[in-house]
């Protein structure tokens, strides 16, 4: 028989520890026993609602902020992506974008089974292939390989009340108490921030997994 849980995982494109949390969660949902289906659900969050239009100068900004070399600020989240498998070199991506039209067309994803893959892949473009995930035309050739017509993204990520909702729904987010990203709540029992070490994922899923929890 097959026990299904459920992950909410709150997220936002431009946190490169969003793209460390998420691999950690895949990676520890894959080394789940047979029998155990997981739901990723993804849900918007802004990391700085206030970027503008044209985005913001990353390094600027942290070295503005900060008074301290971005290369500095960047090393530990790079350090803790290698040890997930992932190349990431932060200096490759020198701005950061207003994320609405990702939000909303991962949320719309949702219904045609591809949200979470396509959250991943949009994450992986920004950080991995730094691609300028503000331009329409990316998100739409990513969004048309996972479910959707190319047209139809690019008008849904558009659409005044789809991007509405979203904005909605990061509102209520920050609301209800997620002050930073990556935020996972498992199975609707615990919640768990930030990108923490792969072993921590794993106790997660075993603790769900226990008889007294899994009746609760």
Partial sequence: MTRKLKVDV?????????????????????????????????????????????????????????????????????????????????????????????????RLAKSRGTQHALANAIADAYFLEHRQINDDAVLADIAAEHGFDREEALRLMNDPQELETTEHLAISAARQGINGVPFFVFDGKFAMSGAQPEEVFQRAFAELLKPEVASQ
């Fill in 10 to 106: 709150f997220t936002d494109v431009v946190c490169p520890w969003c793209l460390i949390g998420s691999v950690r969660l895949d990676k520890a949902i894959a080394e789940l026993p047979e029998g155990i289906e997981v739901e990723v659900e993804n849900h918007p969050f802004y990391l700085d609602p206030n970027v503008p239009a044209e985005g913001v100068d990353v390094g600027h900004m942290l070295k503005t902020k900060y008074g301290r070399d971005p290369a500095e600020m960047w090393a530990r989240p790079q350090e803790e992506a290698r040890k997930s498998g992932v190349d990431l070199d932060l200096s490759q991506q020198p701005r950061m974008f207003r994320t609405a039209k990702a939000h909303t067309i991962t």
